[in-house]
């Protein structure tokens, strides 16, 4: 979002106090962001908020003279490079869906060529109403983006459909609506994440505690990034990062099997699963009765998906993952010389660390290198993370490049020095 120009526009309701901290999300990333509020806006949220929060003059008015004395809304609506209502009132998406041009808010909508996002935002009953979800229907159709709402408590004391997403949510959702021409613009991204389920019997599995955050929150940072993402993952309760092509999963072999169809034409494959190293070595038809005191499991190896993308011959950048309970840096150092890894990051686990948590820290090590970062969330560790990788992918292709180079100058040295020699 760096330097993208957002227009933000406030409409009217109990929402609209979290439209400041969406401001402030969205500068945060780097955006330059514009507000303008409705008139009903003004009854919820002062402009002061939002200048203070912006540093610019919020505009609340078509007929504002020193402004509009220039065209102020048409040189609003072409500075706009990304439009987002949020919140969006059912008054206010109806106006946008028919077309109307009565404030300043909705003549900047008819007026822009930029893209339009609305963050829809009032009593449940009111959403699931027949003419809102038809207009919601008209606004899709023709590319509008709606983002939620979000399903909970509401204001008024209800519950259902109708809330406006949280801030976060917003600000991920937005940042694939912008034009990315990011430093892996054009380049795949093989990503898994969560754990993995290995079948005892039909209502029984052998797991972990894995929850998949990391991963998804690496997803989302490569995505900004500018790559084409994959993200195979094992089962998690997590919604997918906008942009993002998810293929969902069960089992490793099943984990293998999704990486092995996607892995052609990878540049950057990043393993952030929990993959189980061992299944039972058979599933039960049925389920396994409570007998005797005791129950003998056997299990086997499952398939190392790490090391099988990386032994392979037209191998990407490699990324691993370590979970490790003790002995962090030397588990993980010795995963990475034993994988032929490019990079690996480290993390302890454990009862009260990473597992189930929004916070976590790593130790990236690499052959020559090391680095660590947090601890911080999950989402900014992600991206963090990100550009680590992005740098050291960068410097292996420079790498290859001096080295592709120079083996082409010998052999031209070398059939230079061949037609000299005398027959």
């Known amino acids: 979002m760096q330097g993208k120009h957002i227009l933000l526009g406030v409409t009217g309701g109990i929402a609209a106090y979290k439209a400041a901290d969406l401001a402030r999300r969205l500068i945060e990333r780097g955006a330059q962001v514009q507000v303008v509020m409705t008139a ?5 949220v002062t402009p002061t908020t939002f200048q203070a929060l912006t540093g610019r003059a919020v505009r609340t008015s078509l007929w504002d003279a020193a402004a509009e004395a220039a065209m102020g809304h048409i040189e609003l609506a072409r500075w706009a490079e990304l439009v987002v209502i949020a919140p969006a009132s059912a008054d206010f998406i109806a106006r946008l869906a028919h077309g109307l041009a009565e404030d300043l808010l909705s003549t900047l909508c008819v007026a822009t060529s930029a893209p339009i996002a609305v ?32 399903i909970g408590g509401q204001a008024c004391g209800e519950y259902g459909a109708g809330r406006m997403l949280e801030s976060l949510e ?15 613009k054009g380049r795949r991204v093989l990503i898994t994440a969560g754990p993995t389920r290995e079948c005892i019997d039909p209502v029984r599995f052998v797991s972990n505690r894995s929850s998949g955050k990391m991963g998804f929150a690496v997803a989302q940072a490569m995505q900004e990034a500018g790559a084409d993402v994959v993200l195979v993952t094992g089962p998690v309760c997590l ?5 993002v092509q998810r293929v969902d999963v069960e089992s490793c072999e099943q984990m293998y099997a999704a990486v092995q169809r996607a892995l ?28 005797n005191d005791k129950l003998n499991l056997e299990l086997t ?60 820290a790593l130790l990236l090590l690499w052959r020559g290198g090391r680095m660590e970062l947090g601890p911080t969330s999950k989402r900014e560790l992600g991206r963090q993370l990100t550009r680590v990788i992005i740098e050291r992918y960068e410097q292996r292709e420079r790498d290859a490049r001096v080295a592709s180079s120079g083996a082409q100058g010998e052999a031209h040295t070398g059939a230079e020095s061949s037609r000299a020699q005398p027959r």
């Open 40 to 44: 009903a806006a003004r009854k919820f």
């Open 119 to 150: 963050a829809p935002a009032m009593n449940q009953l009111m959403w699931r109403n027949a003419a809102t979800q038809t207009n919601v229907e008209l606004l899709r159709s023709r590319g509008v983006q709606v983002l939620g709402p979000g």
């Open 170 to 184: 917003l600000v991920d959702a937005i940042a694939p609506l912008l034009s990315v021409a990011g430093p892996l």
């Open 239 to 243: 919604p997918t990062p906008m942009g």
């Open 264 to 291: 052609p034409g990878t540049a950057i494959f990043i393993g952030t699963a929990a993959v189980a190293d061992y299944r039972p070595i058979s599933c039960a038809e049925q389920k396994i009765k409570k007998r």
């Open 301 to 360: 190896r499952t398939p190392d998906i790490l090391a099988q993308v990386s032994a392979g011959a037209r191998r990407p950048f490699v990324v691993g993952f370590a979970a490790e309970t003790e002995a962090l840096e030397q588990h993980a150092r010795e995963k990475l010389l034993a994988k032929n890894l490019d990079l690996i990051a480290a993390n302890e686990v454990g009862h009260t660390k990473a597992f189930d948590c929004d916070q976590n």
